[in-house]
């Protein structure tokens, strides 16, 4: 066994650094935060290729005295927490004294500051975290950092960043959520000599998001619930059913003032949004919580993205009960009740004692309960209303495993002999053989076979365009203009054609006529990373999710000739995505419901 040693300081830096400092953009939060810690009105960065080679950063905020500028570095160095209670009820952003230590072992750093009650400004240089130099300087009250060469000293960190669209887009990621937070802030962000974004102090946060994410503010739904006594209060921004996006890329969770990832709350709001929503169609929202401290640990994750939550199922029923009431009563939306948001009108009562809900569905849309439903639609049978309850409570009985009979090698030859019997809520289509009801996911299979035949185009370089008389017109987000300038000539290779029009708008000239819905196709290529560097398989998988519309009542000669050409893909029993596209529906299974045995 070889002998223990204490690491060198040096190597304990760099290892800090790489907790908390993967790339650019989490230098950027970091410096971020440290300015909104400081009350600035205004965050202005400019980069260069992606902040790689510079990140310099200016705020107005209240600056540093020169003499905090020799410890700011050291590791564990803060002037936001003093005690073991203080860590309890954290209200800044940050609190460990890791970011300038971190950053400034991995990069060059020249930090500029000055306070009101100072005549000068201080610069401090350091360079792998070894002090170099620390000298006045003119400035207004502030400060402002330079973050050079970043990983210069860790090749093997430097060599994991991506290209710099792809860091772009993770500066993006990491810039945005922040202007919704501080409406009251000037915000500025500039690569390569040019602005991306450049926004003013806005009156509502509304107004602040629309303008940064080039959407309508009169498709947003504001809500919001307090409960003064227990500190909890939880305001949301819900896009109505005309924001919709192939993809999960507008949907921002904010916990007592900071952008957390948080997978359950999100899944939640967009579970909800199925009242309103087609499968595979997700909305804009920005939920904005916030609750006691003490009910929050942000000391979870390195970089402080994810936190936990003490009573999070309370607040998942609360969000879901906000969100259904808004959606509802938006007159947007179909009538649908879901039973588990009847009983979660959460209330500062129910708080502590809010049930957890088990056995969450995996699926967003369909579950297994709604086809329960409409099955007992279908075959319009008074008495499977009541379904016997199972031991849960609940009213549906458990689906068992050879509900989704196994798909032998013969589902293709009995599809093909299957007699159509008609379809349900224009949704599937039902079609019948040897005792067995075969089930056709209209959407999904339709998905199917446009991907196949526009695979086949792409491939072979035979387009077939429609080409528009008036162009139409796309308002992008920065990130989808980024995407864009990246992703022209790709877009074009598979049909689509598009120009600048102005800063934010792109004017699409022609599109792939098996592409139904332009707008929203070139939507779903450009929230994909590298565009430019794709394969056709990947862009016509986000092509044809987007843009088949659902709900097209079939005729039979249509249902037919619908089973004609999914029988001719190559892979004509999943969707794109992997979900089915036919299931069997055996009269056993059948039988069992009805408790024949
Ligand atoms: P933390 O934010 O966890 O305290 P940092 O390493 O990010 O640790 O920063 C160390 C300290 O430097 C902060 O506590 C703060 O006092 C000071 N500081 C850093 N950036 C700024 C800034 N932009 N304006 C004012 N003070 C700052
Ligand atoms: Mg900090």
Redesign the pocket.
Same mark, same amino acid.
């Given at each position: 066994m070889p002998n223990v040693r204490v690491l060198p300081p040096e190597i304990v830096s760099k290892i800090a650094a790489g907790e908390i400092i993967e790339r650019p953009a989490s230098v950027i939060k970091? +410096?971020m %935060?440290?300015?909104f810690? !400081?009350q600035t009105r205004s965050i202005e960065i400019f980069l260069k290729d992606a902040g790689k080679t510079l990140i310099h950063i200016k705020?107005s =905020? /209240?600056?540093?005295e020169k003499d905090?500028l020799n410890n700011?570095f050291f590791r564990h !160095?803060?002037?936001?927490i003093r005690n073991l209670d203080d860590l309890s009820k954290i209200s800044?952003l =940050?609190?460990? =004294? %890791? !970011? +300038?230590?971190s950053i400034s072992a991995i990069a060059d750093v020249i930090l500029r /500051?000055k306070t009101a009650g100072q005549d000068t400004g201080w610069e401090i240089h350091l360079r792998g975290g070894k002090k170099l130099d620390l000298r006045p300087v003119s400035m207004p009250t502030g400060?402002e950092l330079e973050i050079k060469e970043l990983f210069f000293n860790t090749p093997a960190r430097k060599k994991f960043l991506k290209s710099d669209t792809s860091e772009m887009n993770q500066v993006l990621n990491t810039f945005i959520p922040y202007t919704f937070l501080y409406p009251q802030c000037r915000f500025r962000l500039n690569h390569q000599g040019k602005d991306l974004i450049d926004i003013h102090p806005a009156e509502k946060p509304t107004e602040r998001i629309a303008e940064i994410l080039n959407l309508n503010s009169k498709h947003m739904i504001e809500t919001k619930k307090e409960f003064p006594d227990k500190k909890i209060c939880v305001r949301l921004i819900l896009g109505d059913i005309n924001i919709s996006r192939s993809r999960r890329d507008m949907q921002f969770v904010f916990v007592n003032d900071r952008p957390v990832q948080s997978r359950s709350f999100g899944f939640h709001i967009n579970q909800t949004y199925r009242l309103i929503f087609p499968p595979e169609k997700y909305p804009f929202f920005a939920a904005f919580i916030n609750l006691p401290a003490d009910e929050v640990d942000v000391n979870v994750h390195p970089a402080k993205r994810e936190v936990k939550i003490r009573h999070e199922q309370a607040v998942i029923s609360l969000l879901r009960a906000m969100c259904e009431t808004a959606l509802l009563s938006h007159g947007q939306a179909k009538q649908v009740t879901i039973s588990a948001l009847e009983k979660s009108n959460a209330t500062p009562a129910s708080w502590e004692e809010a049930p957890a809900r088990s056995g969450e569905k995996i699926f967003e849309s369909s579950g297994p309960s709604d086809f329960q439903k409409e099955l007992q639609r279908q075959f319009s049978l008074e008495d499977v209303a009541h379904w016997p309850a199972s031991p849960d409570g609940r009213q549906a009985p458990e689906i068992h495993e050879d509900f989704f009979a196994q798909h032998d090698e013969n589902l293709q030859k009995k599809l093909k002999r299957s007699r159509f019997i008609g379809s349900f809520i224009k949704k599937f289509l039902l079609f019948e053989v040897d005792r067995m009801l075969l089930v056709v996911d209209q959407h999904a299979a339709q998905e199917r076979i446009t991907f196949e035949k526009l695979l086949q185009q792409m491939e072979s370089g035979n387009m077939e365009v429609q080409h528009l008389l008036s162009p139409i017109l796309i308002k992008l987000s920065p990130q989808e203009i980024l995407s864009w300038e990246e992703g022209k000539e790709r877009l074009e290779e598979v049909g689509l054609t598009t120009t600048q029009f102005d800063n934010q708008t792109i004017a699409v000239h022609t599109h792939p006529q098996l592409i139904q819905e332009p707008e929203t196709a070139v939507r779903a290529i450009l929230a994909g990373e590298d565009v430019a560097r794709c394969d056709y398989n990947t862009i016509a998988t986000w092509a044809c999710k987007a843009s088949i519309r659902a709900g097209d009542s079939l005729n039979r000669q249509q249902a037919e000739y619908q089973r004609e050409e999914l029988l001719k893909c190559k892979d004509p029993f999943t969707c794109p995505h992997g979900r089915p596209t036919v299931i069997e529906v055996s009269e056993k299974f059948l039988d069992k419901q009805f408790l024949r045995t």
């Open positions: 970091e +410096l %935060e440290n300015s810690d !400081a705020d =905020g /209240s600056g540093i905090d700011i !160095a803060t002037s936001k800044s =940050g609190f460990r =004294g %890791e !970011a +300038l230590y /500051s400060t």
